[in-house]
Nanobody, 120 residues
Framework: QVQLVESGGGLVQAGGSLRLSCAAS????????IGWFRQAPGKEREFVGSITTSSSTDYANSVKGRFTISRDNAKNTVLLQMNSLKPEDTAVYYC??????????????WGQGTQVTVSS
């Protein structure tokens, strides 16, 4: 059974940083691209960024230069380092796993999400 578990969310002031973690189990981790998505209240879920099996990364324009994704295949973990956070980054953040070749989606497996709140 595939499980993706996000952690590291919380409340932070604008300009601050948070690091989210996505821990995967039940799959051959290094075979999967991992994506991060977010959903703010009243808005559709949006792509944040992704990292491929070869550790190539892709980011939404809204987070480029502020967010960094990395992976540790030995620990079956992907990190999302978020710096210079803005109130508009407030959302539930999800990680997802994909066995295909489209890092922006669709994704096969999803975590339950972790809340990030950025205060102004």
């Amino acid at each position: 059974q595939v499980q993706l578990v996000e952690s590291g969310g919380g409340l932070v002031q604008a300009g601050g940083s948070l690091r989210l973690s996505c821990a995967a189990s039940g799959l051959t981790f290094n075979w999967y691209n991992i994506g991060w998505f977010r959903q703010a209240p009243g808005k559709e879920r949006e792509f944040v960024g992704s990292i491929t099996t070869s550790s190539s990364t892709d980011y939404a324009n809204s987070v480029k230069g502020r967010f960094t994704i990395s992976r540790d295949n030995a620990k079956n973990t992907v990190l999302l380092q978020m710096n210079s956070l803005k109130p508009e980054d407030t959302a539930v953040y999800y990680c997802a796993a994909q066995s295909g070749r489209a890092p922006r989606g669709p994704y096969n497996y999803w975590g339950q999400g972790t809340q990030v709140t950025v205060s102004s």
